[in-house]
Every structure is written in structure tokens, then in C-alpha cells.
């Protein structure tokens, strides 16, 4: 069963410019997480996806970041027009469930996009 | 003030060594506490996963909980070389409350 997967891994980009990740879940996880690690920082959470809405978008930072998940798949998060503090690694995770099993409420990570706006 | 606090380290142990790693924090309502392990250029992958209060063993790492004091530990006995890594706890509440909370990380070396 293939895992996270994230495209790019690596972008570089100039100030005002445009960029989009792509995160594909796990197939059948119905929950997906972007995440975002600013160097020397924790990562913190960005938003949640079930399926195609948007549950928690409470650690977007502005209104430069949109994040899409159409059909309930794949998603996007892109950053229009980027600036240099918008530059750290982005991760993408997903989950089963929700429930109270353990197993079903993994969140199973990607390797990351790591961003360079300069 | 964070809500989780993590040492960053780095932690350098000789092979064969235990190593405690350690996380602080302060919401209440955090229920589900994890480790993930990361190495470089890599997406965390978990190690543990524990709810509530207690212990939990698996292999060589044992994860406790206390959740009276808001501190949580991972250990790892007879270290190995290949367990160098950052180790990352993080934690979420119940629910639709999913989002996950995460220390800084801790680097570990473990050297031969």
C-alpha cells in the first residue's frame, strides 16, 4: 500500500511568486492534514480536510494560503504571492477515522515539501 | 508559553545506552499522546501511540504517560546506532479534535 505522497519535495521560488503543493492521501483515508515546520520551530498544524470539507482551518496564517481537496482525494495548498517567512517544510498526513479506535486515528505523514522563497 | 514543550537536544549516548526522552504540557485536554521518530529529510513515522494515563511497551521503547503532572516519556533501551534520530512527541484531544500538537523535537546520536 503506497503511503503520503507529496510533490515537490523541493521548491524554490522568488518573493510574489506563485506555488502549489500536492499532497495524495492514503487511499480510503478520508482525513487529511497539511502541517507546516518553519526552521528552528515546532511543526504546526495548518488544516484538516474530511473528505472535501474543510473541519478545521484554524492554523491557516493568512489569506495567501488556499488549500483544496476537490472530490474528497487529493489536495492542494497553494501560496499566492509567497513571502520569505512563508519558506519551511510543508507536511501533508492523513488518517482513517476519527474514531475511538487507535489504529483507524493514525496520522500517517509525508516526507514533505520543503520551500524556498527567496 | 508553548503548549507542549521538548528539549531539542542534541542527545549524544554511547550504543547500548538508555535514553529517556521527554515532553511537558499544559492543555488539559489533550487525551492521546504520541512519538513519532524523523529522520532527516523523511516524514515523522510513529513509534507510539498511548491514550490516557499509563504505560506502553513495545520492543525496546516503552512510552508512560502521566497526565497529573502533563508529562510524558519515551525510552529506548540498548540504543542503536540506527536509532539516531529527531523525536518528536506530539498530542490532540478527542474527537473532531484531531489536529495534532507538537513538541520542537529531540536529536538523538546514538554513537558506536
Known amino acids: 500500500e503506497a503511503g503520503v505522497t507529496q510533490f515537490p519535495s523541493h521548491s524554490v521560488i522568488e518573493k510574489g511568486q506563485t506555488v502549489t503543493l500536492r499532497c495524495d492521501p492514503i487511499?480510503?483515508?478520508?482525513?487529511l492534514y497539511w502541517y507546516r515546520r518553519v526552521m528552528g520551530k515546532e511543526i504546526k498544524f495548518l488544516l484538516h480536510?474530511?473528505?472535501?470539507?474543510?473541519?478545521?482551518e484554524s492554523g491557516m496564517p493568512n489569506n495567501r494560503f488556499l488549500a483544496e481537496r476537490t472530490g474528497g482525494t487529493y489536495s492542494t495548498l497553494k501560496v499566492q504571492p509567497a513571502e520569505l517567512e512563508d519558506s519551511g517544510v510543508y507536511f501533508c498526513?492523513?488518517?482513517?477515522?476519527?474514531?475511538?479506535?487507535?489504529?483507524?486515528?493514525?496520522?500517517?505523514f509525508g516526507a514533505g515539501t520543503r520551500l524556498s522563497v527567496l | 508559553q508553548k503548549e507542549v514543550e521538548q528539549d531539542p537536544g542534541p542527545l549524544s549516548v554511547p550504543e547500548g545506552a538508555i535514553v529517556s526522552l521527554n515532553c511537558t504540557y499544559s492543555?488539559?485536554?489533550?487525551?492521546?499522546f504520541m512519538w513519532y521518530r524523523q529522520y532527516s529529510r523523511k516524514g515523522p513515522e510513529l513509534l507510539m501511540y498511548?491514550?490516557?494515563?499509563g504505560n506502553k511497551e513495545d520492543g525496546r521503547f516503552t512510552a508512560q504517560v502521566d497526565k497529573s503532572s502533563k508529562y510524558i516519556s519515551l525510552f529506548i533501551r540498548d540504543s542503536q546506532p540506527s536509532d539516531s534520530a529527531t523525536y518528536l512527541c506530539?498530542?490532540?484531544?478527542?474527537?473532531?479534535?484531531?489536529?495534532?500538537?507538537f513538541g520542537t523535537g529531540t536529536r538523538l546520536q546514538v554513537t558506536l
Open positions: 480536510f474530511v473528505k472535501e470539507s474543510k473541519q478545521d
Open positions: 498526513a492523513s488518517s482513517q477515522d476519527l474514531g475511538k479506535s487507535l489504529a483507524k486515528n493514525i496520522q500517517y
Open positions: 492543555n488539559s485536554a489533550f487525551q492521546y
Open positions: 487511499s480510503g483515508h478520508d482525513n
Open positions: 498511548t491514550y490516557s494515563s
Open positions: 506530539a498530542m490532540r484531544g478527542t474527537g473532531t479534535a484531531s489536529k495534532l500538537t
